[in-house]
């Protein structure tokens, strides 16, 4: 963890695209396949506002014709519409082939074998060079920038299974009764009359049931089910990589032929009775209770993408350069102060974005040339930052997709999830802020210039309304309880109007904008209190289209009123834009992204002037932020689809007791064993797969097993979270450390490591809060855990022991864990010295760790024990802290030694 006190030029637009694009593997579109893709993302986030606002019935009502309904959807058919956008995006964002994979260097191989043994003038020879021309032309994209043929054909074939969906629902719902193969045949399904002409494929179907193939005996269902599983495997290869494909793929192999395994082996608990492959599609596909529809998708649907949604608005905005800004003017000064703002800013934005990887790159272009020019080192520069990133997944109160799997899988309330997660996420973020100060003093690094950073001041007054959406957030989860999807919505609403209200808002506008929101809202709420409906319905019954409806009450009506009040707000800024088109907006500060997008759809339309017009600009923020949320949610989504795939599996063979049966013969019933377990199984499933899989596939295999041992529910998922959020910067396969390296242009495996050592607060905090869930703020009753209420903390016979002791010990355990990873607090820190600083912080924040290792050892000599009682575990907390107060004031005695030293002068000096 050296200094360098070089100057380092920050990235270009174009090296962020170029390092984002070779971690993510995603394509950068122009012309015509950019603005289909756009229009898809669009359409995508169209759909998912609508159902999150109305749920799946699509209608609405029109003056004097009244309430139209278009169609109703049911879960399994909005599932399937989300996964068949998901999957279309992913076939045109993400390439089939490189060129440079396994299989295209065994082509390239067998072609130069075939041209040594010919020659290349041979046809043998000429035939495989047009077949590469041909395979290249039709599959291989080496500089993610073409959309090739075999996207297309695979865009086509995703189209088939949804279809079928939407069509055929009613014999869809027959399959449950007479089985998969009861549909409709193939070759009978599989006809069309096209301008007359009837185009079928059943003479295709008996051909090749003349051979021996018994395609005439398959239905439609079964195929459009294994087309629709093979297509999620293959949008899961391209975007998330070979290891969850080829998990996913295993999974389904082995429920066909699980039931091989001898039941007499080692591994005799993974036998399984025999399934048929039409009872494995129909249960993979066609049903909301296992597979690729199942829970995780349904989540998806209901709550992960709205919220993905919500972060990319609020980052189209400009609230996250504005927040990385006042960061910076608040510490930038400071010893460290830019690694101290990068910590905060990362966080922030990692919470909103649900990305380590996309986080890094993009908040780490603002953050780390800072922190180079301060005079950290490269390696430790993009180690902060891609740590800091990867744990905004789990600072509340957006956290990432995971946790709203969470809620669903453990039955808690979203307010609980985060509630929870709060004192953890800071503990994390406290340690993170720790060792880059103590990184800082040993480097003598200082802070930044206070000319060359942000007026706080200035900022705080020009951007503070960016904070509402976040307050907002929060009461309507926390105070308000409303739904998830329901906050979510309101959340995305609010964003827009206050973008709308900075839009419009100017010296001239600010008094009518405001007053006109103003009367109109209290007009909304009068017309609630008098004919029972809004303005619009009001205005229907003065004119004898409509009848009155009971009246509300006075509270109910500005409650109505008030959740009307978004969209009035939105109506009428947009008309102040439209009326003063010249109007200037002082405090619109958009995103960069979108103001390059106004910039280029303006040039192709030939009007490059309403690149400046504030309206334009407007319609374009919202756009772009549908876009760049829908991006953001197609990798989440397909990761989902596929992951669910595996719960399904031991759903469906029965797998799930044996399964666990066999976790307690490796652990050995031991809790210590079985949280190594899952704490090894998280970083190892978490390289390479998105957290949101991971945790789906180690839930399913050990969520008995958590349970069984006694475990508070919500602790041991938040272990799982924290786990896997860890593989993110754990090497080799340090995706987020790789992607700082890269913006830093530092050495990537010395940056994995630093962002490995920096992140232990994940390994030894979750410990700290299954040992002890005071630190999640719960407490276990009749009914389960549950969140503590004011009266456990009036409890102070339960608060201090459970609560209050843990939490200090988790904080400075944490602090003295810091110490032990930088090497430093006043002074230099030797290795015994750094040993006995690791030993405190484990004694300070699970001092049921040794005790449990002292258990086993007892019990290998037959003596039982019970250790992990409240008088021995706080009684090592004391020593833990004996041994921190010890080691700091010895280390700070040292320090003030060696700065006599350093600052008497000697005779020479003078």
């Known amino acids: 963890m050296s200094v360098d006190n070089r100057d380092t030029d920050g990235l270009s637009e174009e090296e962020k695209e170029e390092i984002l694009q070779e971690v993510e593997r995603s394509r950068s579109h122009r012309g015509l396949a950019a603005l289909v893709v756009t229009l898809l993302g669009i359409s995508f986030s169209a759909f998912q506002m609508w159902i999150a606002a109305r749920g799946r019935q699509f209608g609405g009502t029109l003056p004097g014709i009244g309430e139209f309904q278009l169609v109703s959807l049911q879960l399994l058919q909005v599932n399937a519409i989300h996964v068949t956008f998901a999957l279309v995006l992913a076939f045109l964002l993400f390439p089939a082939s490189r060129g440079d994979g396994a299989v295209a260097g065994l082509l390239g191989r067998l072609r130069s074998a075939i041209h040594r043994r010919t020659g290349p003038d041979h046809v043998l020879a000429r035939v495989t060079d047009r077949l590469r021309d041909f395979l290249h032309w039709a599959i291989v994209d080496p500089s993610l920038s073409r959309i090739t043929p075999i996207d297309v054909v695979f865009v086509g074939l995703a189209l088939l299974p949804v279809h079928y969906m939407i069509t055929s629902f009613d014999e869809i719902l027959d399959l449950a009764v007479f089985g998969i193969h009861g549909g409709e045949p193939l070759h009978e399904f599989a006809s069309w009359d096209i301008y007359g002409v009837t185009l079928s494929l059943e003479p295709l179907v008996m051909a090749v049931a003349a051979i021996g193939i018994p395609l005439d005996e398959v239905s439609y269902a079964f195929l459009m089910g294994v087309l629709g599983i093979l297509l999620v495997l293959e949008a899961t290869r391209r975007a998330l990589g070979v290891l969850l494909m080829s998990l996913v793929a295993s999974f389904i192999v082995y429920a066909r032929w699980g039931y091989l395994v001898p039941r007499d082996s080692v591994v005799g608990a993974l036998a399984i009775q025999p399934e048929t492959w039409g009872n494995i599609i129909y249960n993979l596909w066609y049903t909301t209770e296992a597979g690729v529809m199942s829970t995780p998708v349904a989540v998806s649907v209901r709550f992960i993408y709205i919220f993905i949604l919500f972060g990319a608005f609020l980052e189209m905005s400009g609230a996250g350069k504005w927040f990385i800004d006042l960061a910076y003017s608040l510490t930038g000064t400071r010893k460290g102060g830019p690694a101290k703002a990068s910590v905060v800013s990362s966080g922030f934005m990692g919470m909103l974005s649900g990305s380590s990887i996309a986080n890094t790159v993009t908040t780490g272009a603002f953050t780390i040339p800072l922190m180079k020019r301060s005079g950290y080192s490269p390696e430790f520069s993009g180690a902060v930052e891609s740590s800091s990133s990867s744990g905004g997944q789990m600072l509340p109160p957006v956290m990432g997709a995971a946790a709203f799997l969470i809620m669903e899988f453990t039955g808690t309330p979203y307010a609980d999830v985060i509630i929870a997660a709060t004192l953890p996420a800071i503990a994390f973020f406290f340690g993170m802020w720790v060792m880059v100060h103590f990184e800082a003093v040993r480097g003598g690094i200082g802070g930044l210039p206070r000319a060359e950073l942000p007026n706080g001041l200035e900022k705080l007054r020009s951007g503070w309304f960016y904070l509402i959406p976040i307050v907002l957030l929060l009461y309507f989860l926390v105070i308000a309880r409303y739904s998830v999807n329901r906050a979510g919505w309101f959340t995305i609403v609010a964003v827009i109007a206050l973008l709308a209200v900075v839009a419009a808002y100017n010296e001239r506008t600010r008094v009518p904008l405001l007053a006109t929101i103003g009367v109109l809202y209290f007009a909304q709420g009068g017309a609630y209190a008098a004919t029972g409906g809004g ?50 907006a002082p405090l619109l500060n958009l995103d960069e992204d979108v103001d390059e997008a106004a910039e280029k759809s303006a040039s192709v339309i030939g009007r490059p002037s309403l690149s400046s017009n504030t309206a334009y600009r407007f319609s374009t923020f919202v756009l772009k932020s549908m876009d760049s949320g829908a991006r953001t949610a197609t990798t989440v989504v397909v990761a989902v689809a596929a992951a669910g795939v595996v719960p399904g599996v031991i759903s469906v063979s029965g797998l799930g007791p044996n399964l666990a049966a066999l976790i307690e013969v490796v652990s050995g019933g031991s809790m210590l ?21 991971m945790y789906i596939i180690l839930i399913a295999m050990l969520g008995g097993p958590i349970q069984d041992a006694g475990i508070a529910i919500l602790a041991g998922h938040l ?26 242009k530092a050495e990537e495996l010395k940056t994995a490591t630093i962002a490995f050592l920096l992140s232990l607060n994940k390994v030894l905090v979750p410990f700290a809060f299954v040992f002890s869930p005071g630190i999640l703020l719960m407490r276990e009753g009749d009914e389960g855990w549950n969140v503590i209420g004011w009266a456990d903390v009036a409890d102070l016979g339960f608060f201090i022991p459970d609560v209050v002791i843990p939490v200090v010990g988790m904080f400075l355990g944490v602090y ?38 002292a258990e086993g050892v007892l019990a290998l000599f037959g003596v039982p024990s019970a250790l992990t009682i409240f008088s021995i575990t706080v009684s090592l907390r004391a020593v833990g802290l004996v041994m921190l107060a010890g080691l700091t004031y010895g280390n700070r005695t040292r320090g003030l030694e060696d700065n006599r030293e350093f600052s008497t002068p000697t005779v020479g000096d003078s």
């Open 719 to 744: 272990f799982v979270l924290y786990f896997g959020l860890m593989a993110d910067v754990t090497p080799p396969v340090a995706v987020a450390a790789f992607a700082g390296a890269g913006v830093a």
């Open 535 to 584: 303005l619009v319905h009001a205005l229907q019954v003065l004119a004898g289209a409509d009848a009155v409806a009971e009246p509300y009450a006075i509270g109910e009506a500005a409650v109505a009123a008030t959740s009307d009040l978004g969209i009035i707000t939105i109506l009428v800024s947009v008309a102040f834009l439209l009326v003063d088109r010249s109007s200037d």
């Open 816 to 853: 003295a864990l810091g110490v032990t990873i930088i090497g430093y607090q006043y002074a230099e820190v030797t290795l015994t010295k750094r040993a006995l600083y690791s030993v405190a912080s484990v004694l300070l924040m699970v001092p049921e760790i040794p005790l449990l290792i």
């Open 673 to 693: 064993l079985l949280l190594i377990l899952m704490g090894v199984s998280s970083i190892i499933f978490g390289m390479g797969m998105p957290t949101t899989a």
